[in-house]
């Protein structure tokens, strides 16, 4: 099992816009990447996390490069988005 956690620095204002394309693209993420398990929006005060379940870290990495990703979801948090969003792959032991 591996996670893809995606962080971003979302204003206030703009946090029900980023929760929008989340439910937009859950059902997509989970229906069409390979190793794709589970999708996750976790909303903190400093912050908007993504957490990402997926089989192997290779389906992880590999989800950053797709269409849905970069064509879809990439393009509607970018404008919501306040500096690059930070990216880590973890691996479950």
Not at 7 to 19: L, Q, S
Not at 21 to 40: C, M
């Amino acid at each position: 099992m591996a996670y893809l956690q995606i962080t971003m620095k979302v204003d206030e204002p703009d946090r029900a816009a980023a929760a929008g394309v989340y439910q937009k693209y859950r059902q997509p993420f989970l229906d069409t990447i390979p190793g794709a398990t589970s999708k996750e929006l976790l909303i903190r005060d400093e912050d908007v996390q993504v957490l990402h379940g997926f089989d192997t870290a290779e389906h992880a990495q590999a989800y950053l490069s797709s269409d849905l990703f970069t064509n879809d979801v990439f393009v509607g948090l970018s404008p919501l988005m306040q500096g690059d969003p930070e990216v880590r792959v973890y691996e479950t032991a």
